[in-house]
């Protein structure tokens, strides 16, 4: 059965909401770095895509989605280095 997930500071569990079932994933601060911003979006997207299916495609995609003050939030986030280093080499290649 596939819940829809939604990550939170809180505990792993699920919970009914009207008919429907919701399970709310514990994650890390780190992953929570501006929540519900699109800021917030692409950092989950790069944990979710991880290190192993990160690609210049998909990170050039993820920071043309972002305007020039989003990309310097997202710069500034706590992240793995394989992360940063991600973007940082699309940085070089969009100058």
Known sequence: QVLPTFYT???????KVGNAVVRLQHVSKDRLQ????KVGVALT??????????SAKVVSKIVNAL????????????MPEWMRSALSHAAK???
């Open 93 to 95: 290649e969009s100058e």
């Open 45 to 54: 997207a790069l944990h979710y895509i991880g290190k192993e299916g990160v």
């Open 9 to 15: 500071s809180g505990s792993t569990r699920e919970i």
């Open 34 to 37: 501006h929540a519900g911003t």
């Open 67 to 78: 305007s020039s003050e989003e990309l310097i939030k997202l710069r500034a986030c706590k």
